[in-house]
Nanobody, 122 residues
Framework: VQLQASGGGLVQPGASLRLRCKIS????????TGWFRQTPGKEREFLAA?????????YSDSVKGRFTISRDMFNKNIVDLQMNSLRPEDTAVYYC???????????????WGQGTQVTVSS
């Protein structure tokens, strides 16, 4: 299974970005897709996760209300993260990952993408 995260870039505070995670193929039992981010010297932070059906979604408190995770219902191997009202503290490398269940810690995710840089700065 390969995951490819894209859509990062440099934006001003208050702007929006939409990240995309493309999954090469669905592997048995890998039913959840999560988004995480990491900055140098810090642990990887959970942001959001969604089940294969799209019915189960979980967000971290730090992004709830600003970020929205969604799975393309026509191509379920695509999961987007819509990020609104971006702040300088959202600057990080963003990763998507596949796991067995929706969970808010990275140990539950087996396959990881390469990451995409998001920089929020004026």
């Amino acid at each position: 299974v390969q995951l490819q995260a894209s859509g990062g870039g440099l934006v001003q505070p208050g702007a929006s970005l939409r990240l995309r995670c493309k999954i090469s193929s669905r592997t048995f039992s890998m039913d959840a897709t999560g988004w995480f981010r990491q900055t140098p010297g810090k642990e990887r932070e959970f942001l959001a996760a969604i089940s294969w059906s799209g019915e189960t979604i979980e967000y971290s408190d730090s992004v709830k209300g600003r970020f929205t995770i969604s799975r393309d219902m026509f191509n379920k191997n695509i999961v987007d993260l819509q990020m609104n009202s971006l702040r300088p503290e959202d600057t990080a490398v963003y990763y998507c990952a596949s796991g067995t269940v929706v969970a808010n810690f990275d140990d539950m995710y087996r396959y990881w993408g390469q990451g995409t840089q998001v920089t929020v700065s004026s």
